[in-house]
């Protein structure tokens, strides 16, 4: 599975509708309205390259209001979540 976070610019009067809009997107997990340099925060989850090209370029990309997006696609994840999960296995609390 292929991760990557979808930093995304948008037209501000496009702000209310385009939040719920991408977290409709089949493919997209969660979406951040975020304060900063962009207006919104989308990870995006592929089996393949090419699926996650078609999702960012030819799904995002193309939503009413969407100005500009930048990916990165993810190598590894760590988790605070992940970690504290795996030390509570069998151990005392």
């Known amino acids: 599975m292929i991760t990557a976070i979808v930093l995304i610019n ?3 009067k496009a702000i209310p509708e385009l939040g719920p809009a991408l977290a ?3 493919g997209v997990s969660e979406v ?6 962009v207006d919104f925060v989308a990870m995006v989850r592929a089996r393949e390259h090419e699926e996650l090209a ?4 030819g799904t995002i990309g193309q939503l009413p209001g969407v100005l500009k ?3 990165h696609v993810a190598f590894r994840m760590y988790s605070r ?3 504290e999960s795996v030390f509570g296995l069998g151990g005392p609390a």
Do not use: Q
């Open 10 to 12: 948008a037209d501000r």
């Open 24 to 26: 409709a997107i089949e």
């Open 32 to 37: 951040y309205s975020v304060t900063g340099e």
């Open 54 to 57: 078609d999702l960012v370029a």
């Open 69 to 71: 997006t930048h990916t």
């Open 81 to 83: 979540h992940d970690l």
